[in-house]
């Protein structure tokens, strides 16, 4: 693999995981109701396993990166966001059971 793509790749895992957290928030705070819409429940499952699996795919290429090259700054600051990101979900989502 590149090594630039090494280290674009995480970041963009980051702000797909992002822009699909900060969607779902705004739908679920708007007044608008997406259940009567066709076809919607396979999009939000879908958006739902990308939200889950960007965090894991961000911090394994992040950590790869790191190992290619780990006096890098970038890398720390992409792998700590990565895992960041990661603990956080995970927090969610077991507060929310």
Same mark, same amino acid.
């Not at 819409?37 to 950590?63: H, S, W």
């Not at 090259?69 to 077991?94: D, N």
């Given at each position: 693999?590149?090594?630039?793509?090494? *280290?674009?790749?995480p970041i963009a895992c980051l702000a797909i995981w992002l822009a699909i957290?900060? @969607? %779902? %928030?705004?739908? +679920?705070?708007?007044?608008?109701?997406?259940?009567?819409? +066709? &076809?919607? &429940?396979?999009?939000?499952?879908?958006?739902?396993? =990308? =939200?889950?699996?960007?965090?894991?795919?961000?911090?394994?290429?992040?950590?790869?990166? %790191?190992?290619?090259?780990? +006096?890098?700054?970038?890398?720390?600051?992409?792998?700590?966001?990565? =895992?960041?990101? @990661?603990?956080?979900?995970?927090?969610? =989502?077991?507060?929310? *059971?």
């Amino acid at each position: 693999m590149a090594e630039l793509s090494l *280290q674009t790749a995480p970041i963009a895992c980051l702000a797909i995981w992002l822009a699909i957290w900060m @969607l %779902l %928030l705004i739908l +679920r705070l708007s007044p608008l109701d997406i259940r009567n819409i +066709r &076809g919607i &429940g396979m999009i939000m499952l879908a958006a739902l396993v =990308v =939200v889950l699996a960007a965090p894991i795919a961000a911090a394994g290429l992040a950590g790869a990166a %790191l190992i290619r090259k780990p +006096r890098a700054l970038l890398q720390w600051l992409t792998f700590g966001f990565a =895992v960041m990101a @990661l603990f956080g979900q995970a927090l969610i =989502v077991l507060v929310t *059971q």
